[in-house]
């Protein structure tokens, strides 16, 4: 290695070191003099664990010369942590099913 870069390489290299541990020293300090607050409680009441389910639920029943014609709507439901019913909101999905009654 050239001679003239020598004294060059170690003063980067010793500046990069002290650099360093002058940082994580200042981390220490900073950690010990920053207090964190505790976790404050949440304002409203705390949320059930719900699930969300979707179920087609019959509509109605129409009959069509010789075919029968059953409505269904997908309903989208909310249940709580024991299968309870929170909520029930039907959505604009709609299924036709025709069933043939004739000879």
């Known amino acids: 290695m050239n001679e003239s870069l020598k004294p060059t390489m170690i003063q980067t290299v010793l500046g990069t070191v002290i650099a360093v541990n002058l940082m994580l020293g200042g981390i220490l300090i900073a950690r010990e003099?920053?207090?964190?607050?505790?976790?404050?409680?949440?304002?409203?009441?705390?949320?059930?664990q719900t699930r969300t389910e979707y179920r087609m639920e019959l509509e109605g029943t129409d009959r069509k010369g010789n075919w029968r014609v059953?409505?269904?709507r997908k309903i989208k439901?909310?249940?709580?942590?024991?299968?309870?019913?929170?909520?029930?909101?039907p959505t604009s999905e709609q299924i036709h099913l025709r069933y043939w009654e004739g000879e």
């Open 33 to 48: 003099q920053i207090v964190m607050p505790e976790a404050t409680p949440a304002l409203g009441q705390p949320s059930a």
């Open 70 to 72: 059953e409505h269904y």
């Open 77 to 89: 439901v909310q249940l709580d942590e024991k299968g309870r019913l929170v909520e029930k909101k």
